[in-house]
Structures are given as structure tokens and as C-alpha cells.
């Protein structure tokens, strides 16, 4: 199964926080059916591809033109480049983008704290929201998928290597599906390459660098539960000389622990702005 990214053109034209995980068009290839068996697989894949194409964003403030994010405050007592203490509220409205096929929008709360001395913010998840809605096309219905979280995220280490570690729940619906409920706790590493350094700031990107994402995750719908491993295989890579945000390069397993099939999901990239394939392999 491969997963379409925006067109290059929409990636540029949005705000960072609308990328963070409606990073990809409704729409894939013909892939398994449903190899982990009570689980939708295509609804599994979207939502593995959208939350580790932007864990690199999730790494990084959230920011926003004018009309889509406001924040009670842009206090920045010490000049590092997370705000003191602020609630960043985006509007459905003012946040809403189209693509050649359908729209998308972002809605809910960030809470962003800056933990003082320390290097880097934690960010508490009110009803984020990520909506992608496609129109009919051919044969295939309209559909509208919708991911939203809650839950708390922290970003912490130096210029050199940050680790972000999460505890939140995240709920995907798509139309006329079961809807999906998932509990992350996995955590991602990103080491920035040599003579490159990360530096906070509204709209401020990742530097050159790579990221390893580890940890557990679960998957619960229609009354079955799957519990997953990640391991990467292939450090993600986020190239800033790319005009997307997402991976250019970089492999990473879900390993199913139980209530599954010995295997493991694989997302793979290859290219600045190609697909994220997305497959099971079992074992």
C-alpha cells in the first residue's frame, strides 16, 4: 500500500501545524486486505504514515498565518524560542486548505510550557484535530477521515539531539468505518547532522538530520486489540533541502506483540516528496 503525500505545491502553501498529520491525501494503492484480522489495514496504514511523517513537525513548535493559529501569549522571558507559557487554538475555518481533490483542516488546542533553563517544551494535546476530506472520484465515494488527540508530548536534550516522548490517545475516524482508538507512548530521536544544530522559534524547521523512532503503541477497533513494537530499520531522514517537510528516506517496523499475526507492519520512504509505502510482512 502506498500512501500519496499532498501535492509539493499544497505542502508549501500550508502551515506547519495543518502538516503535522493530515500529511497525506486520501487515496492509496491496492495493497492486503486486512492482514491483522479485526483491524481496518488501510485505516492502520494512514495513520502509522501520518504519525511518523510528522514526528519531525512534532519535534518543533507549531505555528500558523494569520487567521488559522492564535495564542493567549508570545512571551519569551528568556529568548530561547519557546514561548514562556501559551495556548495555541487553531481555527477550523481559518486553517482550512484545499488540494486538487478534496480540503483539509486543523481545529483544537496546543498548551505549550517552556520548562525554564532546560532545552526544549512540553506541549499538552486539547481535541487536536486533523481532518482530510476527499470527494468522489470514479467509482470510490466521498470520505472524510478525521484524527484527533489528546495527551501530553515533551521535547527535551540540546542543539545536537532532542527526544520527544508522548502518552497520547488518538482517535481515527473515517466515514462509514469503525471508528479506531490508538495509544502512543513511542518515542522519536532526532540527532542533527554534523555542523547543524536545532533551534526553537514559531515556524522554525528541523536542521539536516536523522530520526529513530522506538517504543510500544495499540491499536483497538470493532473490539479487537493489537499491541505493536517500533523499531526503525533505516534512520529517518528529513533532508531541509527538500521542499517537504516529510521523510525523504527511512524504514520502520510496528512489530505485533499480540492480538495479531506474527509479523510487523513496514513504512518505508525513498525519495524527498514520494509516497510512504506502507506493508505487512509476516513472519
Known sequence: MRIRPLSRFSVLLLPLPVLWLTCCKAGDDAGPENPIQGLDFSMVSQVLAGEFNGAGLALMLPSGPPGCLSATS?????????????????????????????????????????????FGFSATLNGLAYTISVDANGGDPAETRVRTLHGERSVSG?????????????????TGRPSAQVSETWQAVFTASQGSAVAFGVGARLPDGSTVITGPMSWTQSGATVSLSLETTVPIWFDPGCQSPFPSAGEVHAHVVSGGPNGYVKVRWSSCGGETEVDFVGA
Open 74 to 118: 508570545w512571551d519569551d522571558g528568556d529568548a530561547d524560542g519557546v514561548l514562556d507559557d501559551s495556548d495555541f487554538t487553531f481555527s477550523a475555518s481559518g486553517c482550512r486548505f484545499t488540494f486538487d481533490d478534496g480540503w483539509g483542516t486543523t481545529s483544537g488546542a496546543i498548551h505549550i510550557l517552556d520548562p525554564g533553563n532546560d
Open 158 to 174: 540540546s542543539p545536537s539531539q532532542v527526544t520527544l516522548t508522548q502518552d497520547v490517545d488518538l482517535t481515527y475516524t473515517v
